[in-house]
């Protein structure tokens, strides 16, 4: 499982990438509603949380790649942190909190290595408050801002973060 999910977090932009044009086609050939995208945003972050942006939006797929360009780290970690984007942000990114599946730490396995927290550009510009393993810290995956880019999970070199359904993790 946890090696698809390294697959799967590798391939993100190829996954957008196809999701994304499929969506913009779909919207704008088929002429789909723009209230039906707007309602599959919200059951994907009941189940998922806030997967729409990085994983599926056109409008998603168009900034990243534009991000790509820049020679500078910190314009992409600030447009993913402070994106207020659209109303599918706004209820996915709330239901980060609540959603079935979610990102969990198993603090008896954690060798304190970091490398999650390297991964995750929420930490990164709020390292004072957030981290996926210090004790008393907020965790990031709970966040609004979380767009379950899921490379903190990727990282774990011994699987002591998940993204489960579970709330205790053995
Ligand atoms: S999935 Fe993990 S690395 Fe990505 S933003 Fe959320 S907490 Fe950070
Ligand atoms: S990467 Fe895994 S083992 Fe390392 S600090 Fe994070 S949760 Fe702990």
New binding site residues.
Partial sequence: MRNVLKVLVSSRIYILAILGISLYIAISQLHISLWFVLLGGAITGVVFGKVFCRWVCPMGLIMELMMSLSPDGKVRQMYQYHKVGCPIAWISGWLNKFSFLRIH??QD?????????KQCYIVAMEPQKFS??KPGMEEPGSSYTCSKCLQ?VA???????KYSAKRKIS
């Fill in positions: 730490l198993n396995s954690c060798i304190t290595c970091g490398k999650c927290d996926l393993y903190c990282a774990c070199p011994n699987g002591s973060l």
